[in-house]
């Protein structure tokens, strides 16, 4: 099956003749199917009124990354071993800016993983408005265990091959699953090396002491946050006196947690692989960070030393009561049983800091039981509006102050709601449908710059 002549056909024809070919092409990568099944769904009043879109073979085009590479990245581990990993960097869209998105290293990655998160990068981007575009990366190397040293060898190979496709105004990587400022630190040091130049911009996530943004480790958590707390004001609701449970407890779930704190929540929990933890009188975030960003140690840790904390090795975190919950761990990590539990148990809203942490069951039926609910292209949009806002001070060769880049990722988290809240009552007369209006919103402003650049 080809992807022509499907522009003769009513929008919702086009879409399915569209997703049958991209199953066809890229068999057996389910979560990038499951990713674009989301999107395209959505598509259909948009595609009635603008059937340029689909004369311009913009979906097909949409659904085929710009430029893909899977490289060896073999390194030495302490005992003297090769060991051999494979590296990814899908280059998905570039229409509004250069190629961005975190890279994400766990042994799960495949090519699928990293066309999934890099077709979500292409909505998520559009939606921030800050002129970028959409690509993302990693490598199915397990950092768990390794020792620093190990950790850095890693990093330098993985760069020496992929620093010939980076660039300030090409490529632009940052962190994501098993990628924070340590890792960048290593990425950064060798591409400097190798190319000769302090090119800040190429990198994002950077430490604050080095060409870092403020507020990017904590961006993408607090922005997930801010995304709840609009839509509970839509309601006439606030985040004060919340309960709240989080899954995850790395970068995006600390800085949830912590952000919700502030705004008035208890959070009574949030998990790990092997487990969660379930602490009645709040996490404590000091403890947390010390336990998952100094001592890299398990949750375990944690309730070890806090008398009000049980760890728990079965069920799941979204079995326990709470108000709102925001998952903030991996894909498919919340399923239709956990949604159910959580409807029974009264949640008002669901706030995706993962990729896709809900799936599709799940998020219908969220959507059937009223409860609110933004999906990870506009909620957790933070990280990466702040990793554009580094780009734009490393630009100027400036540093804004913590207070100044705070304030503009909350106005940017409070745009991409209302945005993503108008587009879905224009399109789909209902405004709480945020899965549409993400979507949508995303595709128009990707689809405009598509059409106005011609065919490339
Ligand atoms: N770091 C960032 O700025 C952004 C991250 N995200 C997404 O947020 C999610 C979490 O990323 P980070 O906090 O950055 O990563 P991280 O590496 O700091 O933390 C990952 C967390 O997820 C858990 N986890 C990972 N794989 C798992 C699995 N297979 N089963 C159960 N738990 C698992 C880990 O235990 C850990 O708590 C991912 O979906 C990522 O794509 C989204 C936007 C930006
Ligand atoms: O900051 C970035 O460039 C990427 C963040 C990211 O990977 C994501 O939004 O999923």
Not at 38 to 44: D, F, H, P
Not at 237 to 248: D, F, H, I, K, P
Not at 375 to 403: C, D, H, I, Y
Request: hydrophobic residues 40%.
């Amino acid at each position: 099956m080809t992807l022509l002549d499907t522009d003769t056909l009513p929008s919702t024809d086009h879409v399915s003749v569209v997703l049958r070919s991209v199953r066809h092409r890229s068999p057996g990568e389910s979560v990038f199917h499951q990713a674009v099944e989301e999107v395209l769904a959505a598509l259909g009043p948009v595609l009635d009124r603008h059937p340029e879109y689909v004369e311009a073979r913009i979906l097909e085009r949409l659904c085929e990354p710009e430029r893909q590479v899977m490289f060896r990245v073999p390194w030495v581990d302490d005992t003297g071993q090769v060991q051999v990993n494979r590296g990814y960097r899908v280059e998905f869209n570039s229409a509004l800016g250069p190629f961005k998105g975190g890279l994400r290293f766990h042994p799960t990655v495949d090519l699928g993983v990293i066309r999934f998160l890099g077709f979500e990068q292409i909505f998520k981007n559009a939606l921030t408005g800050q002129g970028i575009g959409a690509g993302k990366g990693g490598s199915d190397f397990d950092p768990a265990g390794c020792s620093d040293a190990e950790i850095m060898r890693f990093c330098q190979s993985f760069v020496t091959e992929l620093y010939r496709h980076l660039g300030e105004h090409t490529d632009v990587p940052a962190g994501d699953i098993g990628v924070g400022v340590r890792e960048l630190g290593y990425m950064f040091g060798q591409y400097k090396r190798i190319v000769n130049r302090f090119e800040a911009g190429v990198l994002t996530g950077k430490g604050v002491g080095w060409a870092g943004s403020h507020a990017r480790t904590e961006a993408t958590g607090y922005g997930a946050v801010y995304f709840l707390r609009e839509m509970l004001a839509t309601r006439g609701g606030t985040l004060e006196g919340r309960r709240a449970v989080v899954s995850g407890s790395g970068n995006v779930a600390i800085y949830a947690i912590e952000k919700a704190h502030a705004l008035g929540a208890t959070v009574i929990a949030c998990s790990d692989s092997g487990g969660f933890l379930v602490d009645d009188a709040g996490i404590d975030v000091d403890l947390l960070k010390d336990v998952k960003e100094v001592r890299r140690a398990r949750l375990s840790a944690y309730a070890a030393e806090r008398r009000s904390a049980t760890y728990v090795t079965t069920g799941s975190v979204f079995d326990l009561p709470c108000d709102v919950a925001l998952p903030c761990a991996t894909q498919n990590e919340l399923g239709e049983q956990h949604a159910t539990a959580l409807i029974r148990n009264g949640v008002q809203a669901v706030s995706e800091g993962a990729n896709m942490p809900c799936t599709p069951g799940a998020v219908a039926l969220f959507r059937d039981a009223g409860v609110l609910f933004g999906p990870g292209k506009a909620a957790n949009a933070g990280g990466v509006a702040t990793s554009a806002l580094e780009m734009q001070q490393n630009a100027a060769r400036t540093s804004w102050t913590w207070a100044e880049t705070e304030s503009r990722l909350e106005n940017i988290m409070r745009d991409i709601h209302d945005h993503t809240r108008a587009t879905a009552a224009t399109y789909t007369d209902d405004a709480d449908n945020y899965v549409a209006g993400a979507a949508i919103g995303g595709f128009i402003r990707v689809a405009d710059a598509m059409l106005a650049q011609g065919v490339v």
